[in-house]
């Protein structure tokens, strides 16, 4: 009985000694993908082709911004032993626009956070960057650092506005937008449209008059 109780034990310490080895490798973790929210695409993507016709309706002064390049991808992250980790979806928009001869690049990348950016540039100048849309688009949701902070504040199934009927509309608003003279600007956008209504500080409103959407 005796031996029989001293082999059990050596086994039992056998067993215990292997079973926590320092230095046995972890199992390799499941690479994850990260999709750009499809609000994202509806909200933001428009390929080359795409245009808009906006008009101050303070001022009178017409803006038409056009899509010169588009351009979208994934992203692959890999470990120090060449494994794949993650993958990140990403897409990039740019706009020129003939009222402030200035370009607009609309930009996510999953790998950052959940926001999708507007930044204001032309050949030797950067302007400044705002978070242009929120995920998920829920009232009262907030993003940024002071002084520009942007919120979803207003959603609504559909909207007429001058003769015109948008869909799944959206209002975010900045306080401090550094892509529009660093003045409280509210973005109002439409599923499939973009933004359709901008108004920045009490100077500027800006309404879609006409437009040309490609997507697909």
């Given at each position: 009985?005796?031996?029989?109780?001293?082999?059990?034990?050596?086994?039992?310490?056998?067993?215990?000694?292997?079973?926590?080895?320092?230095?046995?490798?972890a199992p390799?973790?499941e690479?994850?993908?990260f999709?750009?929210?499809?609000?994202?695409?509806?909200?933001?993507?428009?390929?080359?082709g795409?245009?808009w016709?906006?008009?101050?309706?303070?001022?009178?002064?017409?803006?038409?911004?056009?899509?010169y390049?588009?351009?979208?991808?994934?992203d692959?992250?890999?470990?120090?032993?060449?494994?794949?980790?993650?993958?990140?979806?990403?897409?990039?928009?740019?706009?020129?626009?003939t009222?402030?001869?200035?370009?607009?690049?609309?930009q996510?990348?999953r790998?950052?956070s959940?926001?999708?950016?507007?930044?204001?540039?032309?050949?030797?100048?950067?302007?400044?960057?705002?978070?242009?849309?929120?995920?998920p688009?829920?009232?009262?949701?907030?993003?940024?650092?002071?002084?520009?902070?942007?919120?979803?504040?207003?959603?609504?199934?559909?909207?007429?506005?001058?003769?015109?009927?948008?869909?799944?509309?959206?209002?975010?608003?900045?306080t401090?937008?550094?892509?529009?003279?660093?003045?409280p600007?509210?973005?109002?956008?439409?599923?499939?449209?973009?933004?359709y209504?901008?108004?920045?500080?009490?100077?500027e409103?800006?309404?879609?008059i006409?437009?040309?959407?490609?997507?697909?």
């Open positions: 009985m005796k031996k029989i109780y001293i082999l059990s034990v050596l086994l039992l310490l056998a067993t215990s000694y292997y079973s926590c080895k320092p230095n046995d490798p390799p973790k690479p994850e993908t999709l750009v929210w499809q609000e994202g695409w509806d909200y933001c993507f428009f390929k080359t795409t245009w016709v906006y008009q101050d309706s303070i001022s009178g002064a017409y803006d038409t911004m056009r899509v390049e588009d351009d979208k991808g994934l692959s992250v890999k470990d120090n032993n060449g494994r794949l980790e993650n993958v990140y979806e990403w897409f990039d928009v740019r706009v020129y626009s009222y402030s001869k200035y370009n607009y690049y609309y996510v990348h790998s950052f959940n926001q999708l950016r507007r930044i204001k540039v032309k050949t030797g100048e950067y302007v400044g960057e705002t978070i242009y849309f929120i995920y688009p829920t009232i009262g949701k907030r993003l940024g650092y002071s002084p520009d902070i942007a919120e979803v504040v207003d959603k609504m199934d559909s909207v007429f506005v001058n003769s015109k009927l948008y869909f799944n509309t959206i209002k975010i608003s900045h401090s937008d550094e892509t529009e003279g660093k003045k600007t509210n973005y109002y956008l439409a599923k499939n449209i973009g933004y209504r901008k108004e920045v500080g009490t100077t409103v800006w309404k879609l006409d437009y040309n959407i490609v997507q697909s």
